[in-house]
């Protein structure tokens, strides 16, 4: 079946030490989202891709990076993780952008716990 | 901005029918609404449109309101699988939605 797959779906990391989380979806979508979403929380924004084209969200902190090295894959970068960051991060697709009238597709989240 | 979704949660019995509101203070497009299960991804359940559309996902409708920037979401005759918590994404004149808090249904036998 299409779907967003992400890798973890645990990952325990140390405080100060990067991490990289993987999201790959299989729907040949043009937008990919990465979301933070902490407990009992809405998922926050924390960029987007269209295409190639990197949106990073203002008030998403520099230790975030994402990278896209083609349609399939996305990869969300913590450069050095802090306590505050430990959080469940969403993957999503969307075939495009325009009006928020697009469909999201979500994969079923990477948990972060950070020691 | 952050829609205002209320109530914050509800408890209901199987068969039960209940309401959850999403407003927004911007003038919107669209309203996504989402069902997400305890350790898991959100699931989308439906997209309004402006036009005040109304929609449904098998005993699960919403209303839109463009004017009054509202849209509503109603569960009928609920079951046990309804339970989980319900998001509403909406979307303005750019690229992203924008989700209220949630609303944490529980449906009990």
């Known amino acids: 079946d299409a779907m967003v797959i992400q890798n973890p779906r645990y990952q325990v990391t140390q405080f100060g030490k990067p991490v990289t989380l993987s999201c790959s979806q299989t729907?040949?979508?043009?937008?990919m989202y990465w979301y933070q979403q902490k407990s009992s929380q809405a998922p926050k924004l924390l960029f987007h891709?269209?295409?190639?084209?990197?949106?990073n969200e203002a008030d998403t902190p520099d230790n975030f990076q994402s990278r896209r090295p083609n349609t399939s894959f996305c990869f969300l970068d913590i450069r050095s993780p802090g306590l505050g960051d430990a959080a469940m991060y969403l993957c999503?697709?969307?075939?495009?952008?325009?009006?928020?009238?697009?469909?999201?597709?979500f994969g079923p989240g990477t948990r972060l716990t950070v020691l | 901005q952050q829609p205002v979704q209320s109530p914050q949660a509800v408890i209901l019995r199987e068969g039960e029918d209940a309401v959850i509101n999403c407003s927004s203070s911007?003038?919107?497009?669209?309203v996504h609404w989402y069902r997400q299960k305890h350790g898991e991804a959100p699931v989308f359940l439906m997209i309004?449109?402006?036009?005040?559309e109304q929609k449904g996902h098998e005993k699960i409708s919403a209303s839109f309101n463009e004017k009054k920037q509202q849209s509503s979401l109603y569960l009928t005759a609920s079951q046990l699988s309804y339970s989980g918590t319900y998001f509403c994404?909406?979307?303005?004149?750019?690229?992203?939605?924008?989700f209220g808090a949630g609303t944490t249904v529980t449906v009990r036998a």
């Open positions: 999503a697709t969307s075939r495009d952008l325009g009006g928020g009238n697009n469909e999201q597709f």
């Open positions: 729907l040949n979508h043009n937008v």
């Open positions: 891709y269209y295409d190639k084209d990197f949106n």
């Open positions: 911007k003038a919107l497009y669209s």
């Open positions: 309004l449109l402006k036009g005040g």
């Open positions: 994404g909406t979307g303005s004149n750019d690229y992203k939605l924008s």
